[in-house]
Nanobody, 121 residues
Framework: QVQLVESGGGLVQAGGSLRLSCAAS????????MGWYRQAPGKQRELVAV???????NYADAVKGRFTISRANAKNTVYLQMNSLKPEDTAVYYC???????????????WGQGTQVTVSS
């Protein structure tokens, strides 16, 4: 079993900052790409940022220069530092990790339960 547990969401005023964390736990052999996605009401889930085990990153254009993704490989944890938040960043943020469990030769994607981020104007 592999679980992803997110924390750090909340309510913040426009221009403020939040830091999200997501820890993967369970029977993990290796963790490959980790990332954050978000889904606003009435919209499809979209990529926010991803990071490889080697530290390469990719960001959605809407968050470039404001958000920073990082990870602690030894802790199977990924972080999202969100600065200069805007009301349009309001969404449920989901953690995603591509994980190979000990009991399998194949990797698959796992998702966290989501954490609400609300930015007031």
């Amino acid at each position: 079993q592999v679980q992803l547990v997110e924390s750090g969401g909340g309510l913040v005023q426009a221009g403020g900052s939040l830091r999200l964390s997501c820890a993967a736990s369970g029977s993990i052999s290796s963790t490959n790409v980790m990332g954050w996605y978000r889904q606003a009401p009435g919209k499809q889930r979209e990529l926010v940022a991803v990071i490889t085990s080697g530290g390469s990153t990719n960001y959605a254009d809407a968050v470039k220069g404001r958000f920073t993704i990082s990870r602690a490989n030894a802790k199977n944890t990924v972080y999202l530092q969100m600065n200069s938040l805007k009301p349009e960043d309001t969404a449920v943020y989901y953690c995603n990790a591509n994980v190979r469990p000990h009991y399998s030769s194949a990797s698959r994607d796992y998702w966290g339960q989501g954490t609400q981020v609300t930015v007031s104007s």
